[in-house]
């Protein structure tokens, strides 16, 4: 018992938080706590469901009391000494600035605190935050130590500056990543959709890690005919859980974690979609599921060790 207690990671997940349905921290705590994570979480807001609804109500937490909490509260008074911090959504460009120096010194202050950043704006060419939290982002990754970063398509394109259509033009985004935010470890693009693989029902997931080779890495995943909520949280959870939760077995690669990621969390599309849809006629086009079934995967999450949804491309940068 004690050994286990020795062993059990710790990560402080800041993220939004929904009531009813799996988003931002509710899409992340039972996954990591059912992979045998010990989860703080710190809820930025908090709303009955997630805006991809109809309608939703609740609130935002001030700049100053997420402030509160996480440096007079966590690290402050109770002096908690985390494994790994997992950000999200931050409700205002200040509370993003504010929250990010934070993370970024316990970071700096301790390297053993591994930050996985997701770099919530927007997606589908559509900003969800101000437009300054642009910089602000672009600011905190080149100014602080980034253990992964897993921006979405949209949110890589602002990063970079520059459109993503072709893999030549990922190739090109990721070289500038680089260019740009040295101090970023490694970094995952969640979604990709590339002309070249338009006709193949298919989109891309991409990764790069700057400690282990010059290559870009990608998987080509089927596409399930549905659009989901809350599986881009879901992959940054998943990714912390592989690359920093050894479950007994050595660190793996970011390429094999990715791949492996990709299987827990594709089995759960199709599963939640499966669920949805049962007994209704087939649809010609993409049906919208707003909430994933997360507890009706748990035998998925359980699996240990994790089968890989297959081999990556490569290119050289």
Known sequence: MTSTLHTTKKVLSIQ???IHGYVGNKAATFPLQYRGWDVDVLNTVQFSNHPGYAHFTGFKFSTEELVD?????????LGIKYDAVLSGYLPNVQALQKVAGIVGQLCEDD???????????????????D?????VYRNILQNFRIFLATPNQFEMELLVGMSIHTLDDAKRAFELFHEKYPRVARVVVTSLELSEFSNDNVYVV????????????????PKINATFSGSGDLISAMLTDSLLNDHGHTQQTLSTSLGQVLWLVTSILQRTYDLNVAGQDPHDSAIRIKDLKLIQCRDILKQDPVPTIGKPETIKL
């Open 131 to 135: 437009e300054k939290c642009v910089a």
């Open 16 to 18: 939004s938080h929904v």
């Open 111 to 129: 390297e053993n605190v591994k930050w996985v950043l997701d770099p919530v704006l927007g997606d589908n060419g559509r900003l969800y935050v």
């Open 69 to 77: 909490i996480v440096e007079k509260g966590l690290v402050g008074a």
């Open 206 to 221: 991409a990764g790069f890690d700057s400690s282990l080779s010059n290559e870009i890495f990608f998987y080509k995943i």
